[in-house]
């Protein structure tokens, strides 16, 4: 395997801003920007815009679409085929 091809992989804090949740876990990405974790260390930070905490679909605020409607809407528009 070729050497220092790779990007270094170590500690980073991943942050939620719009639901005010942060995690720490290991990855590629890097940041200039710095957070003290929980631990007392200091970890580079990189601010996401969704996570698990802000998403729809995990927070049950989805919305469901309404397949029937359209199923019905088709075959008004090009006849039911019997």
Avoid: C
Avoid at 10 to 36: C, W, Y
Avoid at 46 to 70: C, K, Q
């Amino acid at each position: 395997m070729r050497q220092n091809i790779h990007p270094s992989y170590g500690p980073v804090v991943f942050r939620d801003r719009a639901a005010n949740h942060a995690f720490l876990t290991r990855s590629t990405m890097t940041s200039t920007r710095t957070i003290e974790w929980e631990d007392g260390n200091t970890y580079p930070v990189v601010d996401v815009e969704i996570s698990n905490v802000s998403h729809p679909f995990y927070t049950g605020t989805a919305r469901v679409l309404d397949t029937a409607g359209r199923v019905e809407r088709f075959e008004r528009r090009y006849g039911k085929q019997d």
